[in-house]
């Protein structure tokens, strides 16, 4: 079986401040982990993507992400938000070994960036 | 170049009705993936087709249903409307089905209300 679990529904930080959205996974097999975000009215991006080479990683707009196996976490951080990291980010995880390209989601991070 | 374009964009349908949604994948890409989320929840994987052919299917009623046309493009069915069955529906494509992991592309949505 596989999942992800993201542990805050909502986090609210302040514009400069750091960023930090956590998630844990479960997965039969060596997963594929990613984190999405979707602004309101718009399409899901990908921000990374871990395929089990690094385990840090890094993504757009100052993102990255840590891959720890011991832990089963892949938190995702930035340094210093800004306004426009305001919206709804996604764990997800993709079993490998599996025939389809389907991805499991978390149920979401709220991210609020106060001025 | 034109991302993953979904129509209608937004949709009002009664209980018991039947809805089509469609999709079109980024050119080249072959694959076409759909997805369900729900207000509040994380997307659920529904359906993935690969050059016409179904390679993953989620845990679904028979009342949705999809097929993928020559040119990749897609449609999504979904029989007998339930309240329940209001949701976003999201269409997501890449290159190719299952070799490695193929980055998916997601459309803006199909926003369906039942009534």
């Known amino acids: 079986a596989q999942s992800v679990t993201q542990l805050d529904s909502h986090v609210s930080v302040s514009e400069g401040t750091p960023v930090l959205l956590r998630c844990n996974y479960s997965?039969?097999?060596?997963?594929?982990l990613f984190w999405y975000v979707q602004h309101p009215n718009k399409g899901l991006q990908l921000l990374l993507k871990?395929?089990?080479?690094?385990?840090l990683v890094k993504g757009i707009n100052g993102f990255e992400a840590e891959f720890k196996k011991s832990e089963t976490s892949f938190h995702l951080t930035k340094p210093s938000a800004h306004m426009s990291d305001a919206a709804e980010y996604f764990c997800v995880v993709r079993p490998q070994g599996t025939g389809a390209n389907n991805l499991f989601f978390g149920t979401g991070t709220r991210l609020t960036v106060i001025p | 170049d034109a991302g993953v374009t979904q129509s209608p964009t937004h949709l009002i349908k009664t209980r018991g009705q039947q809805v089509t949604l469609r999709c079109s994948p980024i050119?080249?890409?072959?694959?076409v993936s759909w997805y369900q989320q729900v207000l509040g929840q994380g997307p659920q994987f529904i359906f993935q087709?690969?050059?016409?052919?179904?390679?993953g299917r989620g845990n679904f009623p028979d009342r949705f249903s999809a097929r993928q046309f020559p040119n990749y493009s897609s449609e999504l069915n979904v029989n007998a409307l339930l309240l329940g069955d209001s949701a976003l529906y999201l269409c997501a494509s890449s290159l190719e089905g299952s070799s490695g992991y193929n980055e998916q592309f997601f459309g803006p949505g199909t926003r369906l209300t039942v009534l």
């Open positions: 997965s039969s097999y060596s997963p594929s």
């Open positions: 087709y690969y050059e016409k052919e179904e390679r």
């Open positions: 871990y395929t089990s080479a690094a385990t």
């Open positions: 050119s080249g890409h072959k694959s």
